[in-house]
């Protein structure tokens, strides 16, 4: 049992344990750290979203892009602004330059993500091992830890969206609510600006349903609530007034409201996906805690006596309903979008990981060596996997360091199959040790060897030299803006053959980046193009040509 005092031969795990739970903070940064710092810089930029939000915060920094941000030289309105502000805090805070302020902020986003879920398993009033559960079952969760070491803002976004709920159960599990809506609502809206309105939707969400199903919605209908509500709509008005001023209201309306979120919500142009994704994405994200479920005692569920406890005690300010609550309107409401992307999962992460580290506590001697030898053979059975089938894997380039991650995953599952009798705390240490150790060839070796069929870099530092020689860049039916921040100039873009030509014979000489079967299937290509590059990224082949 997770809580359950070591024998002797424990002791070492136990005082370890101890030292962390009583240092959270502390645990929590050199975690981090010692997962990302080998990383800041090592590889490019890849493809799609990292390179595309560099050139967005280029032009923030440079061109003064600060309220709608702009990408390849036209306005950007997929994503809010925060992030990029964080960006250019660290950008100016500290010696990092670009690439490395990127990495710099994924690290720190991973960081911040932690420490919410931390935040929130204190103010839900679990005991420090509980949250140090929580926060180790979070640093070896291998979807995760790979996001600490790429660029976007839904680490952020997330916890942001967990803080925010934190504060909102503290302000409904008192007689009093003081502060705490503001606090709430404020942090909805900055999470809001980060990266859209399921910033403000989620924590709302569940406290609706949350006082609902304690029968105190009269709640909502505070002073306290109301202020937050409304601190919350005036930083959104503010930025709103800011782009209706920058870009003029049809912008605001036809674009930004229209497009990017109406659309998205209800009849996607991007990322749609069956109603069934999140059943099978939730899961193998959430690897190997969902294993958790093959080894929980479940058969309390199915009590009507225990449900009937639950409804009893229904009206009591409790954290596991809260928990309850947060996970399955996130999932329910998630699932109803018509655009479905796995990242927007993660506030769903920390409740999760409360929810297993609590019932942990429950586990008998036997339930747990079971839990921890399934882990085992996840572990045990991908090492195996990529030890024999590496070199079968699609990459279009030689990838160094898959045999080292693959003895290091099957080291981890060794490791885990030898303590899986001597309780979760050990095996919860040496996880997030072997997490920690495996991603070094991932990050060092892998991830850089990788470039070439994950990154543009090349492939647009020659669109820049040609630039630079008196080339005009144009791209037909490329992913808007992925080559332009290492070409270090806007391209003109265009998904029309017609005016592409026209485009041409305007420009003179030009260098183009076309995807190989638009460059197979163009009626009438113009004479004098030839190719000089060819490059797989990402899955598809894109080639350069230019014409003298």
């Avoid at 090592?42 to 939000?53: C, G, Q, T």
């Avoid at 390849?72 to 690439?99: H, S």
């Avoid at 981890?412 to 920690?436: D, E, I, M, Q």
């Avoid at 543009?456 to 037909?476: C, F, N, S």
Wanted: aromatic share 12%; net charge positive.
């Amino acid at each position: 049992m997770l809580m359950d005092c070591c024998n002797s031969q424990k002791r070492p795990a136990s005082r370890l344990w101890s030292l962390l739970r009583d240092h959270p903070w502390l645990t929590m940064i050199l975690a981090v750290a010692a997962q990302t710092w080998f990383t800041l810089g090592n590889r490019a930029l890849w493809f799609s979203d990292e390179v595309r939000y560099a050139n967005a915060y280029q032009n923030l920094a440079e061109r003064g892009k600060w309220l709608v941000l702009s990408l390849n030289g036209q306005p950007y309105p997929d994503k809010p602004p925060v992030y990029f502000w964080f960006l250019w805090l660290i950008d100016t805070l500290t010696p990092a330059d670009m690439p490395a302020v990127f990495f710099l902020g994924a690290a720190l986003s991973g960081l911040f993500f932690v420490a919410s879920a931390h935040v929130l398993a204190r103010t839900l009033g679990f005991d420090r091992s509980v949250c140090l559960a929580c926060v180790l079952m979070l640093l070896a969760n291998f979807f995760l830890v790979g996001l600490f070491h790429y660029s976007r803002m839904d680490l952020l976004f997330a916890g942001l969206i967990i803080l925010s709920h934190a504060c909102l159960y503290r302000a409904v599990s008192g007689p009093r609510q003081g502060g705490w809506p503001l606090a709430a609502f404020l942090l909805a809206g900055l999470a809001t600006l980060t990266k859209g309105p399921i910033g403000f939707i989620l924590p709302l969400l569940t406290l609706v349903l949350y006082l609902a199903w304690r029968g105190e919605v009269r709640r909502l209908f505070t002073r306290a609530m109301g202020l937050g509500l409304l601190a919350m709509l005036s930083m959104l008005t503010l930025w709103v007034v800011g782009v209706a001023l920058a870009e003029g209201p049809s912008f605001l309306l036809d674009t930004v409201l229209g497009k990017h979120v109406l659309q998205r919500a209800t009849h996607t142009f991007h990322h749609r996906e069956p109603l069934t994704y999140y059943f099978i994405a939730l899961p193998l994200a959430w690897l190997p805690w969902t294993l958790f479920a093959v080894s929980a005692p479940a058969r309390r569920f199915f009590s009507l006596e225990a449900w009937g406890a639950i409804w009893a005690g229904r009206r009591e300010a409790t954290p596991m309903p809260f928990l309850w609550i947060m996970v399955l309107s996130t999932f329910v409401f998630l699932s109803s979008l018509s655009g479905k992307v796995l990242i927007y999962i993660l506030p769903m992460f920390p409740p999760l990981a409360l929810l297993t580290a609590q019932a942990m506590t429950r586990l008998d001697a036997v339930r747990s060596a079971r839990f921890w030898a399934w882990v085992a053979g996840l572990w045990l059975a991908l090492g195996a996997g990529l030890l024999i089938a590496g070199d079968l894997l699609p990459f279009p380039v030689p990838v160094r360091g898959l045999g080292l991650s693959a003895c290091l995953l099957l080291v981890g599952g060794l490791g885990l199959v030898w303590l899986r009798r001597r309780g979760s705390k050990t095996c919860l240490l040496w996880s997030v040790l072997a997490v920690t150790l495996w991603l070094y060839p991932v990050g060092l070796m892998v991830a850089p060897s990788l470039d070439d069929a994950m990154s543009p870099r090349r492939q647009g530092e020659m669109i820049g030299q040609h630039v630079d020689q008196g080339y005009a860049p144009l791209a037909y039916k490329v992913y808007s803006g992925i080559f332009t921040y290492y070409a270090g100039h806007d391209i003109e873009e265009t998904g029309d053959y017609d005016e592409l030509a026209a485009l041409m014979a305007r420009r003179g000489r030009v260098i183009l980046v076309i995807r190989d079967r638009h460059w197979d299937e163009w009626p009438g290509r113009p004479t004098g193009l030839r190719v000089i590059d060819s490059q797989e990224i990402a899955g598809m082949t894109y080639v350069l040509a230019v014409r003298d």
